[in-house]
Each structure stands twice: as structure tokens, then as C-alpha cells.
């Protein structure tokens, strides 16, 4: 099976566990607690792994910066997410941040200048109209 196929299964696969326990936790704490909390899990795992792995620890300016940008989208993603689901349904809020690829492929179209064919945006469309059937 392809390398990237495997990671994006587990991704898939870690990101419904996150959810759903992120969901639990904003149900008991507060739900910007809950996040951060989170979020320091997160990053004591991704520096050990990092450290354990055979990845290198090299930094260069560019991408310390938009590792920064990205952690920082991230920190908004998972406030959002963690107080979304205090709120509302987790299928809801699960259904609609599942979404973030309609962003990602936006900004690669607009800002990296990535291809866009007529399948991609009949792709995105049809996804959008799968978020609005399932929250029906």
C-alpha cells in the first residue's frame, strides 16, 4: 500500500479518536481548557517522536516561520473544534472542520498556483452538498 495512503488512514483514524474525546473532555472541563490541554499532549508526543526518530532537527528561517503560521491555524482549529463541540452535535462539528480540504485546496489554486481542473471543483462541490445532506 502506498506510504501516503498508510499515514492518511492513520491520520483519518487519529483525528476521529481526537474528536470524539476532545468532545467528552469540553463536556466535563472547560472547552479552551480541554484544547489546550490537548494541545500540550500533542506536543510533548511530537517533540519526543521527533527526538526518537531519525528526523532531522535542522531549522531554517522559512520554515520556522510557517511551521509557526501552521501551528498557530492549528490552535484555532482545535479551540474552534473543542468549544464547537460543547456546543453542538459532534457529528455536526466533526462534519463541517472534516472540510479543511476545501480551504487547503483553495489557498493551493490561489496561492501556489496548484492546477484546478473541472473534477476538482465538481469534487469540492459534491462535498459540500454531502456536509449539507448529513447535517440535514
Do not use: C, H
Amino acid at each position: 500500500m502506498n506510504s501516503a495512503v498508510v499515514f492518511g488512514l492513520g491520520t483519518m483514524i487519529a483525528w476521529g479518536f481526537w474528536i470524539v474525546f476532545g468532545d467528552v473532555a469540553s463536556n466535563s472541563i472547560d472547552p479552551v481548557t480541554a484544547a489546550a490541554i490537548s494541545y500540550v499532549a500533542a506536543a510533548v508526543v511530537t517533540v519526543a517522536y521527533a527526538l526518537v526518530s531519525d528526523a532531522s532537527l535542522a531549522v531554517t528561517n522559512r520554515g520556522l516561520a510557517f511551521s509557526t503560521v501552521a501551528g498557530v491555524a492549528a490552535a484555532v482549529g482545535v479551540v474552534s473544534t473543542f468549544v464547537g463541540v460543547s456546543l453542538g452535535s459532534t457529528a455536526v462539528v466533526s462534519t463541517v472542520g472534516g472540510m479543511y480540504f476545501v480551504t487547503a485546496a483553495a489557498i493551493g489554486v490561489l496561492v501556489l498556483g496548484e492546477p484546478i481542473s473541472v473534477t476538482k471543483v465538481a469534487g469540492i462541490g459534491l462535498a459540500v452538498v454531502a456536509i449539507v445532506l448529513i447535517n440535514l
